[in-house]
């Protein structure tokens, strides 16, 4: 890690230098206003699609900026990185267009369409570890052996500084802003954002958002001991044990507050976005919103800005969350009762979904229930309805018709 009483402090003025370095570089993705989301809300909705990005994340911004300032001799040498994923992307993408070897360590756990990607872009990838943390410590073996230059994905001041024009992007569209919210990994996007929003506009609300899993920096705010669980959050992406030095002495004191998000909101968050604004979202990227829903009494009546900061999800892990949504919504339903275990039962409860305008998705029969009669069979019959009324009514229409059946 970096000493933080030698390296350039991270400025507005170097901010808007470095907006300039990357421009025509980079894409200037819009902030565009939500109308349904902030009649959900009570909020002014602002949302910097920064997903747009050519490697669908805002770290593009941070990773270019480094190595458009590497010397020709470091450039010679190779970069090397650990990241979770989009850091890794971002610096193999850009590393590639300007001729500069690159290797990546990431975690084993990282999801497969970020590994794929890198290595797409000419990276050289090394698995490695169940963290952030464990690729880092690898990376830092590696760069010593082959003397490459290690460009952090976080704790570096010009990658801070990079990110940090991802503020002045949507303060110059959408001036009525009064709070950011940011999500925290290791903090180079809050940090950057929160210097370039905070000089712009000095009554501005910063407030950051991490994964309750992992409360790195709210814990070292209020001077606590880190405790992470190291689970298997949805928004890996920011799953960082240990928020970054740098990053911390810069933006603590530019931070209102943070909101600690729970699953379950990373994943209504993802399903808002893909069904309301029909964007694509990662866990990570989505926690702007899902502060929102954790925290709404924080919000209503504010002008917000949110990073919708990536859209690198599994495909199958963003089939399960939308699923999981309707389940959630009571869209979709599994409905259990005893009926006789004799021809024309199934056909006459069928008949009676049906009629109710609801759709069978898939039927299960258990005989050896022991709750169920010797003559009887359990159904666990899974139907898709309009929304959790339209459930209501199916369960009550099998019910009159003597099949009382309930939802699990």
């Known amino acids: 890690?970096?000493?933080?009483q030698t390296v350039p402090p991270v400025t507005h003025a170097a901010i808007v230098d470095?907006?300039?370095?990357?421009?025509?570089?980079?894409?200037?993705t819009p902030t565009l206003r939500s109308r349904t989301l902030s009649a959900m809300t009570g909020a002014e909705v602002w949302i910097k699609f920064e997903n747009l990005q050519f490697t669908a994340a805002f770290k593009e911004r941070g990773a270019l900026n480094k190595l458009l300032q590497?010397?020709?001799?470091?450039?010679?040498?190779?970069?090397?990185?650990?990241s979770a994923g989009n850091h890794a992307q971002a610096l193999a993408y850009h590393a590639q267009r300007i001729g500069v070897p690159t290797t990546i360590v990431m975690p084993k756990a990282t999801p497969f369409v970020k590994v794929e990607q890198t290595r797409?872009?000419?990276?050289?990838?090394?698995?490695?570890g169940?963290?952030?943390?464990?690729?880092?410590?690898?990376?830092?073996?590696?760069?010593?052996?082959?003397?490459?230059?290690?460009?952090?994905?976080?704790?570096?001041?010009?990658?801070?500084?990079?990110?940090?024009?991802c503020a002045l992007e949507?303060?110059?569209?959408?001036?009525?802003?009064?709070?950011?919210?940011?999500?925290?990994?290791?903090?180079?996007?809050?940090?950057?954002?929160?210097?370039?929003?905070?000089?712009?506009?000095?009554?501005?609300?910063?407030?950051?958002v991490e994964a309750a899993m992992y409360p790195s920096f709210l814990s070292r705010t209020r001077h606590e001991k880190v405790q992470t669980s190291g689970g298997q959050t949805i928004a890996e992406g920011i799953a960082v044990k240990q928020v970054g030095d740098l990053p911390f002495v810069t933006a603590s004191h530019l931070i209102e507050d943070i909101v600690l998000v729970q699953e379950s909101d990373f994943?209504?968050?993802?399903?808002?976005?893909?069904?309301?604004?029909?964007?694509?979202?990662?866990?990570?990227?989505?926690a702007g919103l899902a502060a929102m829903l954790a925290a709404p009494d924080m919000f209503k009546g504010r002008t917000c800005g949110l990073v919708l900061s990536g859209g690198n999800i599994d495909t199958r892990l963003l089939a399960s969350v939308l699923e999981r949504s309707l389940v959630r919504e009571g869209r979709i339903a599994v409905l259990r009762f005893v009926g006789d275990d004799r021809p024309g039962t199934l056909g006459r409860v069928a008949q009676i979904i049906g009629d109710g305008g609801a759709n069978i998705l898939q039927v299960a029969h258990h005989r050896m229930k022991l709750d169920a009669p010797a003559k009887g069979v359990e159904f666990d019959i899974e139907i898709e309805s309009r929304?959790?009324?339209?459930?209501?009514?199916?369960?009550?229409?099998?019910t009159e018709a003597g099949y009382p059946a309930r939802g699990l």
């Open 18 to 28: 470095a907006a300039k370095r990357i421009e025509g570089h980079v894409e200037r």
């Open 387 to 398: 929304d959790a009324r339209h459930t209501a009514e199916i369960v009550r229409a099998l």
């Open 70 to 82: 590497l010397s020709e001799s470091e450039k010679a040498r190779g970069v090397i990185a650990a």
């Open 1 to 4: 890690m970096p000493d933080t």
């Open 267 to 286: 994943e209504r968050a993802i399903a808002l976005f893909a069904t309301i604004e029909k964007t694509v979202s990662e866990g990570a990227g989505a």
């Open 120 to 128: 797409h872009w000419g990276a050289e990838v090394v698995l490695e």
């Open 170 to 208: 949507m303060l110059a569209d959408a001036p009525a802003i009064d709070t950011l919210i940011v999500p925290i990994g290791g903090g180079g996007l809050i940090s950057g954002m929160a210097v370039a929003a905070k000089h712009i506009k000095p009554e501005i609300r910063i407030i950051g």
């Open 130 to 165: 169940e963290t952030f943390d464990d690729a880092y410590a690898h990376a830092c073996g590696l760069r010593d052996a082959g003397n490459l230059v290690f460009v952090h994905p976080f704790n570096d001041p010009d990658i801070m500084i990079g990110q940090g024009t």
